[in-house]
C-alpha cells in the first residue's frame, strides 16, 4: 500500500466516525427536543427572554429621558448612562476629497474587486495573475 492510500484509508475511517458520532449526536439531540418537558422549558425561556428584553428597552428609555432633563449620569445604583462619541457620514464624496488631501493612507483598496477586475478585464498595475496547483481530497473515499 503506497503512502496515499494508507493516509486515505485512515482519512475514511476518521470521517466515518465522525460522521457516525455526528449523526448520533443528532439523534440525541431530536429526542431531547421532542421532549414533553423540553418543549415547556423553551417556550417559558422564550418567554422570558422577550419579557428581558422589553424591561431591559424600557429602563434604558426611561434612564435616558432622565438624564435629559437631569444632566446626572447616575440615575440608580444600578443604571448608569454612558455616552459614547459617534460618526456619521453625511457627504460620502466630500469625505473622500478630505482623506485623499489628508489622510492618504486610509484609502485602502478592496483587493477583492481589484482581483475581480484583473481576472475579468485587464491587468492592473501591480498586480500578477497566475495559476497555484492545490490538492483536493474527495469528500466519498
Known amino acids: 500500500m503506497n503512502e496515499y492510500e494508507e493516509l486515505l ?3 475514511a475511517g476518521a470521517r466515518q466516525v465522525a460522521d457516525t458520532e455526528k449523526q448520533h449526536m443528532s439523534a440525541i439531540t431530536a429526542a431531547a427536543h421532542a421532549a414533553e418537558d423540553y418543549m415547556l422549558a423553551k417556550e417559558i425561556y422564550d ?3 422577550v419579557r428581558i428584553e422589553d424591561i431591559e428597552l424600557e ?3 426611561i434612564a435616558l429621558e432622565e438624564y435629559k ?3 446626572n449620569k447616575s440615575v440608580h445604583p444600578s443604571i448608569t448612562v454612558k455616552i459614547f462619541k459617534t460618526f456619521k457620514v453625511i457627504n460620502p464624496a466630500q469625505v473622500l476629497l478630505w482623506v485623499k488631501s489628508n489622510l492618504a493612507d486610509a484609502l485602502v483598496p478592496d483587493m477583492k474587486k481589484v482581483e475581480n477586475y484583473a481576472t475579468k478585464i485587464g491587468a492592473v498595475a501591480g498586480t500578477e495573475i497566475g495559476e497555484e496547483a492545490r490538492a483536493q481530497i474527495a469528500s466519498k473515499l
Do not use: G, V, W
Open 9 to 11: 484509508t485512515r482519512l
Open 47 to 49: 418567554d422570558a427572554q
Open 59 to 61: 429602563i434604558k428609555e
Open 69 to 71: 432633563t437631569t444632566k
